[in-house]
């Protein structure tokens, strides 16, 4: 557990993809096709808290959706990165943007197309549901699955590895 403690000190980035680490993954379509997703409010404390802590939050995802827009904006996420088949792209122009290296980022991906950025990243991470070839690929796997408190997972451990986590409890404790 320590060399993960480890990696989690040093992030200053915390980037997420969308369908299936914020959301479940299911893709659900009404009529005249529109598109629903469905995000856990816990994610959302967790991310709204890390931010609070000092850690920069991005999502990174291959599809475009303006209820990403939507929940992104809720949450005060600026760094949002949509239609990125090549997602390594994304990830190397924030990099610089941000002026971090790669040690001091960490990427929460589920599927095949995240396997370029969890590979270069200093803390990789996925979902309890993940494919099994992602799983095998990255430094931790959270306990908790896909849209399904995952992320808050992963929030509370870095702020945990950081010293930040009880400070934010505290804060709503007065």
């Given at each position: 557990?320590?060399?993960?403690?480890?990696?989690?000190?040093n992030?200053?980035?915390?980037?997420?993809d969308v369908?299936?680490?914020?959301?479940?993954?299911?893709?659900?379509?009404?009529?005249?096709?529109?598109e629903?997703?469905?995000?856990?409010?816990?994610?959302?404390?967790?991310?709204?808290?890390?931010?609070?802590s000092g850690?920069?939050?991005?999502?990174i995802?291959?599809?475009?959706s303006?209820?990403?827009?939507?929940?992104?904006?809720?949450l005060?996420?600026?760094?949002?990165?949509?239609?990125?088949?090549?997602k390594l792209?994304?990830?190397?122009?924030?990099?610089?943007?941000l002026?971090?290296?790669?040690?001091?980022i960490?990427?929460?991906?589920?599927?095949?197309?995240?396997l370029s950025?969890?590979?270069?990243?200093?803390?990789?991470?996925?979902?309890?549901?993940?494919?099994?070839?992602?799983?095998?690929?990255?430094?931790?796997?959270?306990?908790?699955?896909?849209?399904?408190?995952?992320v808050?997972e992963?929030?509370?451990?870095?702020?945990?590895?950081?010293?930040?986590?009880?400070?934010?409890?505290e804060?709503?404790?007065t």
């Amino acid at each position: 557990m320590q060399p993960l403690i480890d990696k989690a000190k040093n992030i200053r980035l915390a980037i997420f993809d969308v369908d299936g680490v914020l959301t479940t993954g299911a893709l659900f379509y009404g009529k005249d096709k529109i598109e629903g997703k469905n995000f856990h409010v816990h994610d959302g404390q967790g991310i709204k808290s890390l931010q609070k802590s000092g850690v920069e939050i991005a999502v990174i995802t291959a599809r475009t959706s303006d209820i990403v827009t939507w929940r992104m904006q809720d949450l005060g996420i600026t760094h949002v990165y949509q239609g990125q088949t090549n997602k390594l792209i994304a990830y190397e122009a924030l990099k610089q943007k941000l002026k971090l290296n790669d040690a001091q980022i960490a990427y929460a991906g589920d599927d095949l197309p995240d396997l370029s950025v969890l590979s270069r990243v200093g803390f990789s991470i996925t979902v309890a549901n993940a494919p099994l070839v992602i799983r095998q690929r990255v430094a931790w796997v959270t306990r908790k699955k896909g849209g399904k408190g995952a992320v808050r997972e992963i929030c509370d451990f870095i702020m945990e590895a950081q010293g930040t986590l009880q400070k934010t409890i505290e804060a709503y404790l007065t």
